[in-house]
């Protein structure tokens, strides 16, 4: 996971011409219906958010959630200095949309697909979902995960490293997902041994 990660980041300095920070994943299994619980207490520090979620299919299928707090958008609209390019055409709050969901886009893209093409898979993406200015505790309702599925979630701390701009990206996998990617990951380790 470390190396997929580390290689979207060095992707994506490429592609936006911005330095990006991702920590190393922290994986951790839930039963998936504990998950909403979890979700908020990972982003209690934050008074307000946004989140971005996008699903993704192949064998490693599941659904990614990107979360920033709730001024970020306007920081990365700074960053990428499309503030006073287009906001004669836009109002702040869809232009502040529109640059989550393509950073969300460009991040989720990345770390999903370098880690599905490490594994020797391929997915595909569904457009993304972007929430903004919820609180934490209405963001992910009690019913939003399968109450017999098992969830693995892989937590990582994105930076841009020239602002101090931050968030958190989930990855959430279905009991489906476990069984393809232990022999997944055995046949990358393979290689090494």
Known sequence: MNIAFGKAAA??????????VLSVPLVEVFKARTLPEYLTEQVSDYDRISI????????????????????????????????SEVMGSYSLDTLER???MEVGNILIGACVGK????????????P???????TPQD?????????????????????FNERNTEGLLFLVTS????????KALAAFMEQYE
């Open 98 to 100: 529109e640059t989550l």
């Open 128 to 134: 993304p979902r972007v929430i903004t200015n919820n």
């Open 11 to 20: 992707d994506l300095a490429e592609v936006i011409n911005i330095f990006v």
């Open 115 to 126: 880690l599905a093409e490490l594994l020797g898979d391929m997915v595909t993406y569904s």
């Open 139 to 159: 963001a992910f309702p009690e019913n939003s995960f399968d109450d017999d599925a098992t969830a693995i979630v892989l937590k990582t701390v994105f930076r």
């Open 52 to 83: 971005l979620e996008q699903n993704f299919w192949g064998d490693f299928k599941g659904s990614a959630f990107m979360i920033f707090h709730a001024d970020a958008g306007r920081e990365l609209i700074s960053i990428f200095g499309e503030e």
């Open 175 to 182: 009991h489906d997902s476990v069984i393809w990617l232990k």
